[in-house]
T-cell receptor
Framework: DAKTTQPTSMDCAEGRAANLPCNHSTISGNEYVYWYRQIHSQGPQYIIHGLKNNETNEMASLIITEDRKSSTLILPHATLRDTAVYYCIVRVAMTSYDKVIFGPGTSLSVIP | DGGITQSPKYLFRKEGQNVTLSCEQNLNHDAMYWYRQDPGQGLRLIYYSQIVNDFQKGDIAEGYSVSREKKESFPLTVTSAQKNPTAFYLC???????????FGDGTRLSIL
């Protein structure tokens, strides 16, 4: 699985958009980009994933650059409950088993 | 609501004692996973199971054992052979190759 690089921490004002970047310059053509978040003392929560097209769901939007070497998770209107550690993961989905490899992630603090 | 239930939320183990962590899912998912998370670190795969009555070792299986007698249940036993069991244990499940893993809320194990 490709390695990802994320900023250690970020702040965002409540009600504003939170833009969380992720670099994955060694991503392969068959690797997907997944985003999870983990609120303290809880299990990771799946947010969104994509291959090369931009994706949107009820939680967030995922913007993947054309060369697929980086992506941005967008929380359109951040709330205090969005304070969490956000993990960007790239992995091949079509494997005999697909363990999830979490790096340190980005600690997002939403400020009132 | 469908989901993954882990119990207990907190567990204490005495020296030399085996303890079993419960993981139940009502999502009808085929694959189930056990991860260990240490403070400030990512997840490490302990065991996984693709189907009933079958399971495979992950990256750190020593000192742990599992069973998969029913599709909805994947208990993890932390044996006395695991010398450093204090950690946050997470269970996950997945249905389909392109689907993300969904996590339970974890069990925090400590040594008395």
């Amino acid at each position: 699985d490709a390695k990802t690089t994320q900023p250690t921490s970020m702040d965002c004002a409540e009600g504003r958009a939170a833009n969380l970047p992720c670099n994955h310059s060694t991503i392969s053509g068959n690797e997907y980009v997944y985003w999870y978040r983990q609120i303290h003392s809880q299990g990771p929560q799946y947010i969104i994933h994509g291959l090369k097209n931009n994706e949107t769901n009820e939680m967030a939007s995922l913007i993947i650059t054309e060369d697929r070497k980086s992506s941005t998770l967008i929380l359109p209107h951040a709330t205090l409950r969005d304070t969490a550690v956000y993990y960007c993961i790239v992995r091949v989905a079509m494997t005999s088993y697909d363990k999830v490899i979490f790096g340190p992630g980005t600690s997002l603090s939403v400020i009132p | 609501d469908g989901g993954i239930t882990q119990s207990p939320k907190y567990l204490f183990r005495k020296e030399g004692q085996n303890v079993t962590l419960s993981c139940e899912q009502n999502l009808n998912h085929d694959a189930m996973y056990w991860y260990r998370q240490d403070p400030g670190q990512g997840l490490r795969l302990i065991y996984y199971s693709q189907i009933v009555n079958d399971f495979q070792k992950g990256d750190i299986a020593e000192g742990y054992s599992v069973s998969r007698e029913k599709k909805e249940s994947f208990p993890l036993t932390v044996t006395s052979a695991q010398k450093n069991p204090t950690a946050f244990y997470l269970c996950a499940s997945r249905q389909g190759w392109l689907q993300p893993q969904h996590f339970g809320d974890g069990t925090r194990l400590s040594i008395l």
